[in-house]
Structure formats: C-alpha cells, structure tokens
C-alpha cells in the first residue's frame, strides 16, 4: 500500500486542449487529496496554452516534441514519424528523472510517448477516455497499457485491453464550491458562450446573429462570451458594429463564477463541457463539432439531449434565428429551464476522479 505521509510521484501526460487536461487536473487534485506529499508531473506538447493553464494551477511542467499526423499531409505526417524516437527517448529521461509511481494518459499525442515509455521501463500505466469516440493515441494504447478508463459507453468496443471501467469524466474540484446552493436567476436573463477552450468560430457568429434577433424583438440578456483567442478580434468588432453589449474574453478564467451567473449554456459538446454541465445541472444548447472523429460530439451530446438535459442543434441546422429561438423559449418558461437541469444533473458523475484514482491504487499492488 502507498504511505500517505511519503512522497507519493505520479505523471499526468496529454493535453492539446482544456478538454484533455481538466480532467488530468481533477485526477491530480484527488491525488494531493490522499497524499500529503504528493508531486504531479504534467508532460505536454509545446502548445504555449497547456503550460499558461498548468501554471495556473501550480503544477510542474515538461515538454515533448510530438505532433499530431492526421489531418498534416504526407510530407508534415512524415516528419512527425521521423521525430518520434526523439520524443520517446525524451520520455524514458523524463521517467527516468522523475521515477513516478505510475503514469496517466489523458489524450493527445504526448501521451503515446510517455505511456510507451513507462510500459518500457516497468511502470504501471493507464489511460483516460473523454469523449465516446476515442482518439488515435487512446486506440493504439488501450491494448498497450495496464488500465483503460472511459467517460462513455460507447467508447469501449474501439478498445483493446479487459481491465476497462466506465467512471465518466473527471470534472475540476472548484466549479463545485457552490454545489448544492439553488441558482437564483437574476433580473436579467444570462447566457454563458463557451466553444471549448479554443472557441468556436461558428457558434460565436451564429450567437452575435442571435443576439440582434433579440434585440429586435426587445428581449434583453446578460452575456458571458468566451470568444478563443483567434477570434477575439472578429467578435469584439462585430460586437461594436451590431450595438450589443457582451462580457467577452478569449478565455474565461475563472469558470465556477461564470457558470453559477448563468441561466442557460451555449457551446460545443466536448467531454468535459458535457460532463460539467451534467454535474452542475446547468441547462444548455449544445452544437456540436461537425469535423470531430466518427462525429463524436454529436453522441457526447446526444447522451445528454436523450435524457431532456439538454438541447441539440446541429452547425447544419444553426443559425442566428434559431439559436434565438431556443433561448426565448427557455427565458419565457421558468419551470421548463429548471427541468432541464434537473435531467442534467442525473447523468452527472462527480466521483469520477475518486473512481479512477482508486483503480489507479490497485495497480502498483498487481505488480
């Protein structure tokens, strides 16, 4: 058994976006919960936002060179093949440094160096599932690593490997300082935009489009806008040229209060936002990414929508008017607001941190 009162050292690898980290950080929030001298080694890619929301939270930070192939042509595909026995033999340094009781692939590409590399040198390795469709480095490892642990159902006939369990997706700690507390709606009805932590083009043009609908009609909201950084600068000026006023940033940073003011969410249908919304109870229009793999935020939010939890728009279907729609309906139907949150809440898994550290424990006790 692990000593509480020892250094217990555990490395979280993956990123790429907010999605595959936040869960990595709930997971290491249970960690430092259990242990007193817990160290936590976040190993990412070199994309300049993973270390800006590591550092945040105040956790040590590495780098790779890893990329990503799909989608980069066959000479960019090529050079990152090239470039992958340096990323491994940056990992076995990395482990070899660090001497981690076990490693945790969240997704992204920086997680199949790390996780090949403990598996190389004997330490026991998992790795985590957000969305129902997994991703390519998820698939090649999940017959490679000692646990696999999964948000959705569906995920489990594209993996290999018997020790899988279905434990949701872990949710970050603090969006639930107020869980518990009924939210009470303001004079002003609140709208939270959130395309994930890179934004989304489509829905923040759609939403601006919305907005003058409203407006038209002399229905007034409070909004919260999380624009992404590439299109602050479009959004911000379109929200001049229309006269409408918005709270707007490329990223929120602090979450727990923006969605406690908010009323209804508007966004894309990643895990993590699926999974935060059901564990807040928080209603919601989802539009989901046309272009994610085998589609799958498209069933991320159908399991939310089929239960009442939320409402689905597909981009094909999305426009400034029906977005408008949406929102009027819910702002002019209280009760019908409240039950929706209320089926979100019931898909809500906010014990999945706990769930995956507890069969992380029972690995070091197989080897």
Not at 98 to 108: C, E, K
Not at 194 to 217: H, T
Request: proline share 3%.
């Amino acid at each position: 058994m692990y000593n509480r009162s020892g250094t217990f050292k555990c490395i979280i690898a993956g990123g790429g976006t907010g999605g595959h980290l936040f869960p990595g950080i709930a997971v290491a929030r249970e960690l430092e919960s259990r242990f007193d001298n817990a160290r936590i080694l976040f190993v990412v890619g070199r994309q300049r936002m993973e270390a800006e929301i590591l550092s945040r939270y105040g956790y040590e930070v590495k780098s790779i060179s890893v990329e990503g192939i799909k989608g980069r042509g066959w000479k960019k595909g090529l050079g990152v093949i090239i470039g992958l026995p340096k990323s491994f033999f940056q990992s076995t340094s990395i482990i070899k440094e660090f001497n981690p009781a076990f490693v945790l692939g969240v997704g992204g590409y920086s997680a199949g160096p790390l996780c090949l590399a403990a598996r190389f040198k004997g330490i026991p390795t998992a790795i985590h599932e957000q969305n129902s469709y997994p991703g390519l480095t998820n698939r090649l490892l999940s017959g490679l690593v000692n646990r696999v642990f999964i948000s959705f159902e569906e995920s489990r006939t594209y993996l290999k490997g018997t020790d899988i369990f279905l434990t949701g997706n872990p949710v970050r700690e603090e969006l639930f300082q107020d869980a518990g507390i009924e939210h009470k709606r303001g004079d002003i009805f609140t709208v939270l935009v959130v395309g994930g932590s890179q934004g989304a083009q489509a829905i923040n043009k759609a939403f601006l489009e919305a907005l003058e609908y409203l407006k038209a009609r002399s229905r007034n909201i409070n909004v919260i806008h999380q624009t992404g950084q590439i299109d602050y600068d479009r959004v911000a000026d379109d929200y001049n040229k229309r006269g409408v006023k918005g709270e707007f940033t490329p990223f929120i940073q602090d979450m727990t209060t923006a969605y406690n003011r908010a009323d209804i969410v508007v966004g894309r249908a990643g895990a993590s936002t699926v999974f935060e919304l059901a564990g807040l109870g928080k209603p919601s229009i989802l539009i989901p990414y046309p272009y994610s793999t085998n589609q799958h935020q498209e069933t991320n939010a159908l399991s939310l929508a089929r239960e009442g939890g939320s409402v689905m728009i597909l981009q094909k279907d999305l426009t400034g008017k029906s977005l408008a729609e949406v929102i009027m309906k819910y702002m002019d139907d209280a009760e019908a607001l409240r039950e929706m949150g209320l089926k979100a809440r019931k898909m809500g898994r906010i014990d999945a941190a706990k769930l995956i550290v507890d069969k992380l424990m029972g690995l070091k006790n197989r080897q």
